[in-house]
């Protein structure tokens, strides 16, 4: 009887599994080489980021989170790097709250050392010096995110 009670308990636990973390797209860009390489080395780092959701099945999900990362030197474009980092994750028993963050927030976090470190090593091949992207809050960012979907929801029904 015990043995059951357990079995159940933990079909009901929510679990977190990481299948598989994979780079599912990358590009690289030199588009002033190699007159950039004669500049001096001080670039301006834009950072952009991005996620895309699917749902695979009912407890599986593809995360892609999009790591852009454009370096100016003296207003020229010295590289252009972008990876589709992706992770698929079974994800169950989480109530319908909480997976908005598991899928906003946690799996991306989960995944960007692995997009950082993909970023890195073209940067380098790319013949440049070594970047290391700083850790990001992916959950000020949800958060950001979310906050932004209510304001244009609330200024759409405003125009209703």
Known sequence: MAE???AATEEQQPKFIIQKIYTKDISFETPNSPEIFREEWKPKLDLQLGNEYTRLDDDTHEIILIVTV????ND???FLAEVKQAGIFTLTGYSKEEMGPLIGSY???TIFPFAREVISDVVIK????QL???P?????VYKHQIDQARQQMEAAQATH
């Open 4 to 6: 059951e009670n357990t």
């Open 70 to 73: 454009t370096a100016k030197v």
């Open 76 to 78: 020229q474009v010295a």
């Open 107 to 109: 799996c991306p976090n």
């Open 126 to 129: 790319g013949g440049f010096p």
């Open 132 to 134: 290391v992207l700083a």
């Open 136 to 140: 990001v809050n992916f959950d000020a």
